[in-house]
């Protein structure tokens, strides 16, 4: 069975452009997570989805940061103007329901410069 | 205080010590707890699941004190490619809270 899939797995780009991120789930999985990892820290949640609808977005920076699953399936997170303290690996994650567990991708790895 | 507390690390064990970390969590409402395993710049996996009663996984056991608020992980015999970060989580199961995961503890097995 295929795992999380997400790309691209490393970005780079000057501050003040745009970067968009792109993740697909398990299939069947009806729950997805967006988190973001700082060195040395564990994953903070951005936002989790319950198939298309967004239920928790209380951490998503949305002056800069949007997210969408159009469909429940596959899930974009963009981030327009980038800043260099938005830095980080961000993780995306799925389970079949937010008691269970979670399978996370490789993750995207950027640097703001 | 963090809503998620892990033992600050890094443990430096030799093989086939034996080595236990604890992780403390605020919100009493938490339904599920986990353990995962963080390889250096590789993904979060699932090393086990925290079940009331503690359960046991191999040379893994997991615990869960609900009235201390805490979960804990005891690994044995330790081996050298039990190195990696691990990380606890604390999942409401409820609409209202959000999956929160401790900073992670490192865990160095020295030959």
């Known amino acids: 069975e295929a795992g999380v899939v997400q790309s691209p797995r490393y970005k780079i780009i000057e501050k003040k452009q745009p970067v968009a991120f792109w993740c697909n789930p398990i299939s069947g999985h009806n729950t997805l997570y967006w988190y973001l990892q700082n060195l040395g820290q564990g994953p903070e949640l951005l936002i989790r989805?319950?198939?298309?609808?967004?239920?928790?977005d209380s951490q998503l920076p949305k002056d800069r940061f949007s997210a969408e699953r159009l469909k429940g399936v596959d899930s974009t997170l963009k981030i327009q103007p980038a800043e260099l303290g938005d830095s980080a690996v961000y993780l995306c994650?799925?389970?079949?329901?937010?008691?269970?567990?979670?399978?996370f991708g490789p993750g995207t790895r950027l640097t703001v410069l | 205080r963090k809503e998620v507390e892990q033992d600050p690390g890094p443990f430096n064990v030799p093989e086939g010590a034996t080595v236990a970390f604890n992780c403390t969590y605020s919100n009493s409402a938490s339904q599920s707890f986990f353990w995962y395993r963080q390889d250096c710049r590789k993904e979060p996996k699932l090393l086990m699941s925290?079940?009331?009663s503690g359960n046991e996984d191999g040379r893994f056991t997991a615990q869960l004190n609900r009235a201390s608020q805490y979960i804990s992980l005891l690994i044995r015999d330790s081996k050298l490619s039990d190195s990696a970060t691990y990380l606890c989580v604390v999942n409401p199961n409820t609409g209202g809270f959000k999956t929160i995961f401790g900073a992670g503890t490192r865990l160095f097995v020295k030959a």
């Open positions: 994650a799925s389970s079949t329901s937010l008691a269970d567990t979670q399978y």
């Open positions: 989805y319950e198939n298309e609808e967004a239920v928790d």
């Open positions: 925290v079940y009331s």
